[in-house]
């Protein structure tokens, strides 16, 4: 499946517990410091291709964690995020990691304002 695809089904199923987990690490039990820094260069620049690629075909992010609040409250697990508003929805893409032991990952999906709402309470 090429991008435009992954986002138009994204945009339609519009189901937070659905993401496209476009690359992600095995579980990082046993990983040390500089194992986990390596991670986080490769999937960060992963992740910032992939914004690039979003933004080719929707101009420049309207959200951004480098620049602001927006992610923070509702998607606690992402490092870095970027989101354009599609549909009156929000597609996004984001580089996660939970814990230390859990998979680092570059996602990426649709979410609408009302499930936004309902993460932040």
């Not at 993401?19 to 490769?42: I, M, P, Q, R």
């Not at 606690?76 to 599609?86: L, Q």
């Amino acid at each position: 499946m090429n991008l435009q695809e992954i986002i138009g089904k994204q945009l339609q199923q519009c189901d937070p517990g659905r993401y496209e987990y476009l690359k992600t690490t095995g579980w990082l039990d046993e990983a040390g410091d500089d194992v986990l820094e390596s991670y986080y260069a490769d999937y960060m620049d992963n992740a910032r291709n992939v914004v690039d690629e979003v933004s080719g075909i929707y101009g420049p992010p309207k959200y951004s964690s480098d620049g602001g609040d927006f992610f923070k409250d509702w998607y606690s697990a992402a490092i870095f995020a970027a989101g354009w508003v599609v549909e009156q929805k929000i597609v996004f893409v984001a580089l996660e990691h939970h814990d230390r032991e859990t998979p680092i990952s570059v996602v990426i999906g649709a979410i609408s304002n009302e499930q936004i709402a309902e993460l932040r309470e």
